[in-house]
Structure formats: structure tokens, C-alpha cells
């Protein structure tokens, strides 16, 4: 495998950073994931930790040197993480259970595949395009997809707020994987939390990162989103992997979406 991984988190105008972020690899296999834990809750800090840090020791544990499998990874290392943030309440006696966003994805054999609940987002990036993005689990997502709602109006509507699924909380949360997808040289895959694209008016930043070095124009692009944020600010962070190995011998597919499940509902705090 042959890439180059920037990471970088930054805790905006927030009294405390929520996010949570990190990758690991063997010589076969990569892993990249970041959660954003809901502040509005209280403890998103404890359930964002929480599940990266059960992500991570599950790809640690599964991948030697490869993974078996590695949709069933995902599915695996994510129903665990959702356990591992609900032990937290007892853990530490709270009386509100911590909630977090999360968005993990595989790299192997030249082919990715993700999964995610929440908001907090996956793009790949090709030739200046966005060739997939996961949708977030939001109560305008829906409104936007029916053409109710402009992508624009979104962002100020009064529910940009609400997710439908997370880790933790209450329900049982809603997980959406991808299919396999095959990576070409130069591809990049970005993994970002709210905090990041809220604030552009448009996703053509993100898909610039493509047409140039995406290692060197990340941090300008933090840069960039703190400076339109301006004081509120929220958390940002984002993770940029960028591609320079084979792609594998799978014929392309578009992400494909698993069936909603039962979904924990979560509010942000602004």
C-alpha cells in the first residue's frame, strides 16, 4: 500500500474539543475513524473516546496483516464501539448516556469501504469531483433528499441539529456501509466532522483538495473554515488520505446503503 495521511483536530471557539480521530495500518490493511461526540447531551468527549478507542483495538485485534473481511469489520467494530460508549454510563455513573457521531473506513486490496451514524461525513475524491459521500443521519437530510428542502436552507434550519443515529444514547443506532469501491492513484478519501463543512457554502473546497497536494492544502483548508466559523466556532477536524497505490480488480460500484434499523435520536449542542 502506498498513501499519505494528515490528521489534525482543533478545538475552534468550544471550551473543551468533542472530537475524536486516528488511523492505524499493517502492511495489508488501513483503517481511518472520527467521532464527534454531542455536546448537547453532555460527556461527548467520554463517547467519542470511547468509540474510537474500540474501533482501533478491534482493527488491531482483526487485522493480521489483513482482514478477513472487511465490510463485516465495520460491522463488527461499530456495533462494539456503540456498546462500548453505552458502558461509559456505568462506568461513570452519568445519568444522561454520552452520544457521539462516528465515520470509519477500511482501505485493502486497493478497494474502500465505510460505514457511519450521524453527521459526520466520508467524501472520496477524484479529479476534482466528489465521487461518494455518506448522507448524514439528520431530520433535514430527508427534507433535502425529497427536494423539500435546498441544501442551503439546511443549514440554518432549526433541525440541522437533530440527528436520527448515533452511538449511545437511548435506541439502537442506524449504521449505513458501503459497498466496495476500487481507489485509483490520486484518489482521497476525507473524513470530517460537522464542524468542518458546515460552514462552507458549498462543497467545492473539499473537491479541490483533489486537484492538488491534499496533504499540504488540508490545514489551509482548516484555515479557511475557522476563519468563515468565526468566534462560535465549532470543533474541527478532519482526516485526508491520499492514494498513490493500486486500485483493486473489482469492477466499480457505487456505494450501496443498508436498510434504516430502529434509529437513536441526538440533538447537538450549538
Not at 21 to 33: F, I, K, S
Not at 134 to 156: F, I, K, W
Not at 222 to 244: C, F, P, T
Request: hydrophobic residues 40%.
Amino acid at each position: 500500500m502506498k498513501f499519505s495521511i494528515f490528521q489534525e483536530s482543533r478545538i475552534g471557539g468550544r471550551a473543551r474539543n468533542e472530537d475524536r480521530l486516528g488511523y492505524r495500518y499493517t502492511r495489508e490493511a488501513l483503517l481511518m475513524v472520527l467521532a464527534d461526540g454531542l455536546g448537547g447531551h453532555g460527556h461527548g468527549e467520554v463517547a467519542a473516546e470511547a468509540a474510537v478507542r474500540s474501533i482501533v483495538a478491534t482493527f488491531e485485534q482483526q487485522a493480521r496483516p489483513r482482514l478477513s473481511d472487511p465490510q463485516a469489520f465495520l460491522a463488527d467494530a461499530l456495533a462494539g464501539a456503540h456498546v462500548a460508549v453505552l458502558a461509559q454510563s456505568g462506568l461513570r455513573q452519568l445519568r444522561d448516556p454520552p452520544r457521539t457521531t462516528c465515520v470509519a473506513c477500511v482501505v485493502q486490496d486497493g478497494c474502500a469501504a465505510w460505514a457511519h451514524a450521524g453527521d459526520s461525513r466520508l467524501y472520496l475524491l477524484r479529479n476534482g469531483r466528489i465521487l461518494a459521500r455518506t448522507e448524514d443521519h439528520s431530520r433535514v437530510q430527508p427534507l433535502v433528499a425529497q427536494g423539500r428542502l435546498a441544501a442551503a436552507e439546511a443549514r440554518h434550519h432549526p433541525w440541522r441539529h437533530q440527528l436520527t443515529s448515533c452511538l449511545g444514547g437511548d435506541g439502537s443506532p442506524r449504521f449505513e456501509f458501503s459497498a466496495k469501491v476500487p481507489l485509483k492513484r490520486g484518489d482521497v478519501v476525507l473524513l470530517c466532522s460537522d464542524g468542518v463543512w458546515g460552514p462552507l457554502a458549498d462543497e467545492t473546497p473539499l473537491e479541490r483538495l483533489s486537484l492538488t497536494n491534499p496533504i499540504k492544502a488540508a490545514p489551509r483548508l482548516l484555515d479557511r473554515v475557522e476563519s468563515l466559523a468565526g468566534s462560535g466556532r465549532d470543533n474541527l477536524s478532519l482526516l485526508v488520505l491520499s492514494w498513490q497505490g493500486e486500485g483493486c480488480a473489482a469492477s466499480p460500484a457505487p456505494p450501496g446503503l443498508n436498510p434504516p434499523q430502529t434509529a437513536a435520536s441526538a440533538t447537538r449542542k450549538e
